[in-house]
T-cell receptor, first 114, second 113 residues
Framework: NAGVTQTPKFQVLKTGQSMTLQCAQDMNHNSMYWYRQDPGMGLRLIYYSASEGTTDKGEVPNGYNVSRLNKREFSLRLESAAPSQTSVYFC?????????????FGEGSWLTVV | GENVEQHPSTLSVQEGDSAVIKCTYS??????FPWYKQELGKRPQLIIDIRSNVGEKKDQRIAVTLNKTAKHFSLHITETQPEDSAVYFC????????????FGKGTLLTVNP
């Protein structure tokens, strides 16, 4: 039982390049999320998917796209990377949080855009 | 949307002392309040949570209190140990959504031996 697995762990991009962060969970959770973490800013929600087939914007969606490929997988794409997107990205999954379910995070992806 | 404020941003205590971190939230309909601990280079991990129908919850040296009227909740760590040193985040789930977990900006707790 791996929990939430995300790849790659580290990536350096040049400005304007594109890339996709991959995430998969094996806990049969309905909901999946992408957060970014910047120093002094806490964790901010980029996009989430309440259930398979749906995606919604979070607090900071600009510059990103997502795909909920199936119940297990939720990918985050940067079409044209910018230095402001240098951050640590966390994928997460859960069942409905309002019912008191826990959110589980992946190990994080360190992205640097130069 | 929900707004979560967390204080202090840094906290330094001596081993064995207590540590208290406070958070306020804006959405009176929020109903779930987890706390996460994040060690350097690691993922955030849940340490304790509380739901809106409960005023206090304890788990060994950790406790969380919730004041719905004042819209604030606090994390209390007693008998602190060096391994408690980490960044702690509070969070709240807004009453209008089961999916948007809004985080505070974090508290760097340092426990000095």
């Amino acid at each position: 039982n791996a929990g939430v697995t995300q790849t790659p762990k580290f990536q350096v991009l040049k400005t304007g390049q594109s890339m996709t962060l991959q995430c998969a969970q094996d806990m049969n959770h309905n909901s999946m999320y992408w957060y970014r973490q910047d120093p002094g800013m806490g964790l901010r929600l980029i996009y989430y998917s309440a259930s398979e087939g749906t995606t919604d914007k979070g607090e900071v969606p600009n510059g990103y796209n997502v795909s909920r490929l199936n119940k297990r997988e939720f990918s985050l794409r940067l079409e044209s990377a910018a230095p402001s997107q240098t951050s640590v990205y966390f994928c997460a999954s859960s069942d409905p949080l309002g019912a008191g379910n826990t959110i589980y995070f992946g190990e994080g992806s360190w992205l640097t855009v130069v | 949307g929900e707004n979560v404020e967390q204080h202090p941003s840094t906290l330094s205590v001596q081993e064995g002392d207590s540590a208290v971190i406070k958070c306020t939230y804006s959405d009176s309909a929020s109903n779930y309040f987890p706390w996460y601990k994040q060690e350097l280079g690691k993922r955030p991990q849940l340490i304790i949570d509380i739901r809106s129908n409960v005023g206090e919850k304890k788990d060994q040296r950790i406790a969380v209190t919730l004041n719905k009227t004042a819209k604030h909740f606090s994390l209390h760590i007693t008998e602190t140990q060096p391994e408690d040193s980490a960044v702690y985040f509070c969070a709240a789930v807004g009453g209008g959504s089961n999916y948007k977990l809004t985080f505070g900006k974090g508290t760097l707790l340092t426990v000095n031996p």
